[in-house]
């Protein structure tokens, strides 16, 4: 990973909240960092970035975490779909998806049990979930804006997944 700036303060004098921007191009030097991969420029508040931290201490995951923003894009309720980035899907995504698949999805919101959700790699060589993504949109309560984690695991079988969203 090529060095970049830390974690950009967002705060201004006037909030009581401080925020960061990280992103793919921002690099932080936190010790879970190496945990987690960014797939768009994301605001996090302190509260993020210390639910970051507990989840990759109690549960270090096999393949890192995916964060971002979810935009109108993944929360269309109709024609809606999450496109993972080409190079997490590269780096750890791609030996799952030779084919496409179904995988479980599950997420913590509201004691949302879960879902199977197609997934596939396109030629634009990015990971995409299709077939009941909406389902997961509304089940999990995303809005635009939010910011999700994915924690992708390696099942007996087969590729899992675990959503959880980071803030509303």
Not at 27 to 32: I, K, S, V
Not at 80 to 88: H, V
Not at 150 to 163: I, K, N, P, S
Request: aromatic share 10%; net charge neutral.
């Amino acid at each position: 990973m090529a060095a970049g700036p830390s974690y950009i303060n967002l705060s201004d004098s006037e909030s009581d909240e401080e925020t960061w921007l990280r992103g793919p191009t921002i690099y932080g030097m936190e010790f879970f960092d190496k945990h987690c991969h960014f797939g768009n420029e994301v605001e996090l508040t302190k509260a993020n970035l210390d639910h970051l931290k507990r989840q990759v201490i109690d549960y270090k995951p096999q393949i890192p975490y995916y964060v971002c923003k979810m935009g109108k894009t993944t929360n269309n309720l109709t024609r809606g779909k999450m496109t993972f980035n080409k190079e997490y899907t590269e780096e750890h995504l791609k030996n799952y998806l030779t084919v496409p698949t179904t995988i479980p999805i599950t997420s913590n919101k509201n004691a949302w049990v879960g879902t199977r959700v197609r997934i596939n790699k396109v030629a634009t060589r990015h990971a995409v979930i299709t077939t009941n993504w909406p389902d997961v949109v509304m089940g999990a309560e995303i809005k635009d804006g939010d910011i999700c984690m994915f924690c992708f695991y390696d099942g007996t079988r087969e590729l899992g997944c675990f959503m959880t969203r980071l803030s509303n």
